[in-house]
């Protein structure tokens, strides 16, 4: 038998192997070890880098930690977050000129960079801002805490109802 050197041992029984089957079967591992180890990297990928809009969401609290005039900044993630009788809802404040943090006044926002000012709503009251402050999305979870998304804006004057 020309076939014994290269056999293999399957249940006791040595049984020849082709030169076919022995590279069918390397292919085989090879291909499975590649997709092993891409999946490990996938898996060690940081999550915001593959979904961009978790790293945008925060959560802000229940419903009822807002009630109605209640006006909060998340400094941090630079958005307002305001309740009014019909809903509440999220504004960003970089503004839409060049990215510089705008500043809450009594009755609009001002950007410290260039002198934009928007009113209460984040429309363009004055530029060099080219659009209004953007509404951001926002949601309820499952356990009622409210999830601002970044990442995602709303037209402006869609509230999130508080019921
Ligand atoms: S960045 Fe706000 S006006 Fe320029």
Known sequence: MSSFQRGQ?????WESISRRDFFGVAAAWSAATSMGL???????FP?????PDIARLF???KPGDYPVGTEKI?????????????GLYAISLTCTHLGCVVSRQANRFDCPCHGSKFDSIGRVLSGPAPKALPWLKVFQLPDGK???NAARSVPTGTKFVVT
């Open 59 to 61: 959560k802000i609290g």
């Open 47 to 51: 999550i915001p880098a593959l979904f």
């Open 146 to 148: 409210l999830v601002v």
């Open 74 to 86: 998340f400094e941090e993630k630079k958005v307002v977050v305001i309740r009014d009788q019909e």
């Open 38 to 44: 891409a999946l490990i990297g996938l898996v060690k």
């Open 9 to 13: 041992c399957i249940q006791g029984k």
